[in-house]
């Protein structure tokens, strides 16, 4: 079976340019995350989806920040304009269970964004 | 709120030593569930267990061991023998009943040295 698959692996990107991470979970996990991982940090939530619903962005910066779950599969998130500070490991996940949390999460390999 | 501490940042060890990594958590929830990850260098967190907050006993796979302790409010991980593989930093997580939010701690970041 097939993981949590993420793309791209790396991005160096100037400030004020755009970028787009792109995450394909596994097969049948209704629940996608979105996590920002800083440097000796733990993963923070950026957004949650159950099936094509965000339920829970309040932590994403909505000013530059944005993020789809067509169909209620693939997701993409969205960065416009970059700034120096968004520097990190962008970290998708994905899970099978939905209204509770009982189910673990599934990670991919992540997005390492490089902002100069 | 919700809250997951992991003073532990960084421990060495020689290979083949035990060493224990602490985990500390915080939540009024009388339901909950408790994770441990680990990310080797390529990045990936993978899961390694999970324990809801009804089951207090302890677990054992391999050269791995948890110890829950609601008590204490800690959920303790111990590796047995380490080896160089063992080189990764750990999370430790909680999440509630509801919600399907996970808090993630600092980690520990473990180095084995040969």
């Known amino acids: 079976e097939a993981g949590v698959v993420q793309s791209p692996r790396y991005k160096i990107i100037e400030k004020k340019q755009p970028v787009a991470f792109w995450c394909n979970p596994i097969?049948?996990?209704?629940?996608l995350y979105w996590y920002l991982q800083n440097l000796g940090q733990g993963p923070e939530l950026l957004i949650r989806?159950?099936?094509?619903?965000?339920?829970?962005d309040s932590q994403l910066p909505k000013d530059r920040f944005s993020a789809e779950r067509l169909k209620g599969v693939d997701s993409t998130l969205k960065i416009q304009p970059a700034e120096l500070g968004d520097s990190a490991v962008y970290l998708c996940?994905?899970?099978?269970?939905?209204?509770?949390?009982?189910?673990?999460?599934?990670f991919g390999e992540g997005s390492r964004l490089t902002v100069l | 709120a919700q809250k997951v501490t992991q003073v532990q940042t960084e421990i060495s060890v020689v290979e083949k030593e035990d060493v224990t990594l602490d985990c500390v958590y915080e939540?009024?929830?009388?339901?909950?569930?408790l994770f441990w990850y680990k990310q080797p260098p390529s990045g990936e967190l993978v899961f390694l267990i999970r324990?809801?907050?009804?089951?207090?006993q302890n677990e054992i796979s391999g050269r791995y061991s948890w110890n829950f302790q609601k008590s204490t409010s800690s959920f303790n991980f111990t590796i047995t023998a380490s080896q160089v593989v063992d080189s990764a930093v750990y999370f430790c997580?909680?999440?509630?009943?509801?919600?399907?939010?996970?808090?993630f701690g600092t980690g520990t970041s473990l180095t084995v040295i040969p």
């Open positions: 324990r809801n907050s009804f089951d207090e």
């Open positions: 939540t009024r929830d009388t339901t909950y569930y």
């Open positions: 989806y159950e099936n094509e619903e965000a339920v829970d």
């Open positions: 996940a994905s899970s099978i269970g939905q209204g509770t949390a009982t189910g673990e999460l599934f």
């Open positions: 997580a909680l999440s509630l009943n509801t919600g399907n939010q996970f808090y």
């Open positions: 097969s049948g996990h209704n629940t």
